[in-house]
């Protein structure tokens, strides 16, 4: 019964480490969209991913924040499809998860 519950503990760890490296990732992401995105329509790099970070905390669905990215660049005069935002955000998740675990 002892392994059990020891196996039990180390998988409850495991996955509270990896949901916690996951939300590193995906706020990193988060920062680095807003740079890519204020870069393009001149605006404040901080307050931007400020916004998008608020976004993502009160609905935490990446589709929302692709659909405010893409509004946003095309208010800018910036055509952008949603699809070209969903392949930037994986890019650069895929990159921070890359950064985070080396």
Not at 9 to 18: I, M, R, S, V, Y
Not at 72 to 95: Q, S, T, W, Y
């Amino acid at each position: 019964m002892k392994n059990i519950k020891k196996i039990e503990t180390t998988l409850e760890n495991k996955f509270a480490h990896d949901e916690d490296v996951r939300f590193h990732a995906i706020m990193r992401r988060t920062r680095r969209l807003a740079d890519w995105t204020a870069e393009q329509i001149g605006v404040d790099s901080a307050a931007y991913a400020s916004q998008l970070a608020d976004l993502y905390l009160g609905t935490p669905d990446d589709d929302v924040m692709a659909a405010k990215v893409r509004l946003d660049l095309n208010r800018a005069g910036i055509p952008c499809a949603h699809f070209e935002v969903r392949v930037k955000m994986v890019e650069l998740l895929f990159a921070e998860q890359q950064a985070i675990a080396a």
